[in-house]
T-cell receptor, first 111, second 117 residues
Framework: RKEVEQDPGPFNVPEGATVAFNCTYS??????FFWYRQDCRKEPKLLMS???SGNEDGRFTAQLNRASQYISLLIRDSKLSDSATYLCVVSGTGSARQLTFGSGTQLTVLP | GAVVSQHPSWVICKSGTSVKIECRSLDFQATTMFWYRQFPKQSLMLMATSNEGSKATYEQGVEKDKFLINHASLTLSTLTVTSAHPEDSSFYICSARAEDYSYNEQFFGPGTRLTVL
């Protein structure tokens, strides 16, 4: 079983749509959680951290359920510029706090 | 935010050549840097954790004699792919953790695309 699992997609949605991504992780001792976005042939960029209480940043809402080991990302009012691959990332328990990346969910927002 | 650079951004070389990739933190000091590899349509896979002034810690399955890592200063880590072969062709990305920023945030370099002929 992969440490971080995501639905690979692709998700093709029209502009203005709401889209949700899900992610599960296997290590119950994981400490920190993130969503990154990666554009084609570019490095990943931090989109937002995910907190147990849930957090929102503009059109983006992230949720964490530690009991279910489940993380979600909701994008409202999708823009063309949201087209990218969204990576679910979990921080390990080692002293170096390595990041473990999911395989990513590809999103294409269509005009 | 903190800026990390990588050089070169791309390289094409013949099989058997050694290739050196540099990763620099431009406006902060990084005691810990990470090296990742990403094959097409796959996610980033951690290769090794690089600590300034000490030996790198390699992930299982990564050959330390093939992927030499040197972290000689707080702003520079290098990855040398020795005797590269076509199967080493990949997107190599480094990241650095800035201790002055949030506890776990890593800042990524723009990546180096290696093609071995």
């Amino acid at each position: 079983r992969k440490e971080v699992e995501q639905d690979p997609g692709p998700f093709n949605v029209p502009e203005g749509a709401t889209v949700a991504f899900n992610c599960t992780y296997s290590n119950s001792a994981s400490q920190s959680f993130f969503w990154y976005r990666q554009d084609c042939r570019k490095e990943p960029k931090l989109l937002m951290s995910v907190y147990s209480s849930g957090n929102e940043d503009g059109r983006f809402t992230a949720q964490l359920n530690r009991a279910s080991q489940y993380i979600s990302l909701l994008i409202r009012d999708s823009k063309l510029s949201d087209s990218a691959t969204y990576l679910c990332v979990v921080s390990g328990t080692g002293s170096a706090r390595q990041l473990t990346f999911g395989s990513g969910t590809q999103l294409t927002v269509l005009p | 935010g903190a800026v990390v650079s990588q050089h070169p951004s791309w390289v094409i070389c013949k099989s058997g050549t050694s290739v050196k990739i540099e990763c620099r933190s431009l406006d902060f000091q990084a005691t810990t840097m990470f090296w990742y590899r990403q094959f097409p349509k796959q996610s980033l896979m951690l290769m090794a954790t690089s600590n300034e002034g000490s030996k790198a810690t390699y992930e299982q399955g990564v050959e330390k004699d093939k992927f030499l890592i040197n972290h000689a200063s707080l702003t520079l880590s290098t990855l040398t792919v020795t005797s590269a072969h076509p199967e080493d062709s990949s997107f190599y990305i480094c990241s650095a953790r800035a201790e002055d920023y949030s506890y776990n945030e890593q800042f990524f370099g723009p990546g180096t695309r290696l093609t071995v002929l």
